[in-house]
């Protein structure tokens, strides 16, 4: 089936320590969206690449960047983790441009910092 | 700007209705969605309705739009303990790729 993937589910990592997550999709959407959700509370948008045009939101700290190389893939990278960070991690695809484009979810990569 | 309300918490006995309502301030809103999260897994949607329908059902689900209060609710017929979850609203613009979800309401299904 056609669809969103994220790996790792779970990500475990230390404190200051690089760590990338990683999202693929079947879809072939032309949008693709990293969130960060915290316990009990809404998604939190990063980011989001049109295409190849990259669309940072003006609260994402400089420590979040992203990567997309191609349609299907996109990276999260988180440069040094601070237990701040420690949170789900979503990405979701559409059909960018007019009418009714509804965002596909992948499972989420749980990020926990030691 | 884009400002989603929803309340908290719902809890409801297996094979009564349940109704989750939202409110938003953004009267350009053309997509309103609802979106299911299960514990541990990511958003899954479940219905959306254009701004300029009042009612859309879909098997056990009924959104009602009441475009003048910016008044948005999802009733789930028939609720079963699969149901339970977080369910948030969303909405979008016309042309925009952004998203504007309320806080989350958890429905907590009782056998």
């Known amino acids: 089936d056609a669809m969103v993937i994220q790996n790792p589910r779970y990500q475990v990592t230390q404190f200051g320590k690089p760590v990338t997550l990683s999202c693929s999709q079947t879809?072939?959407?032309?949008?693709m969206y990293w969130y960060q959700q915290k316990s009990s509370q809404a998604p939190k948008l990063l980011f989001h690449?049109?295409?190849?045009?990259?669309?940072n939101e003006a609260d994402t700290p400089d420590n979040f960047q992203s990567r997309r190389p191609n349609t299907s893939f996109c990276f999260l990278d988180i440069r040094s983790p601070g237990l701040g960070d420690a949170a789900m991690y979503l990405c979701?695809?559409?059909?960018?441009?007019?009418?009714?484009?509804?965002?596909?979810f992948g499972d989420g990569t749980r990020l926990s910092i030691l | 700007g884009e400002d989603v309300e929803q309340s908290l918490f719902l809890s409801v006995r297996e094979g009564d209705s349940s109704v989750i309502n939202c409110t938003y301030t953004d009267s350009s809103s053309t997509y309103l969605y609802w979106y299911k999260q299960e514990p541990g897994a990511g958003l899954q949607l479940l219905t959306y309705?254009?701004?300029?329908?009042d009612m859309k059902q879909d098997q056990r689900l009924t959104v009602l739009l009441n475009k003048k209060d910016k008044h948005l609710s999802l009733r789930i017929a028939d609720t079963q303990t699969g149901d339970s979850a977080i369910y948030f609203c969303?909405?979008?613009?016309?042309?925009?790729?952004?998203?504007?979800f309320g806080k989350g309401n958890q429905v907590v299904v009782i056998p």
């Open positions: 969303a909405e979008r613009n016309y042309g925009n790729n952004r998203l504007a």
């Open positions: 879809l072939n959407h032309n949008v």
């Open positions: 979701a695809t559409s059909n960018g441009g007019a009418g009714n484009q509804p965002q596909h």
């Open positions: 309705i254009f701004s300029n329908m």
């Open positions: 690449y049109y295409d190849k045009d990259f669309n």
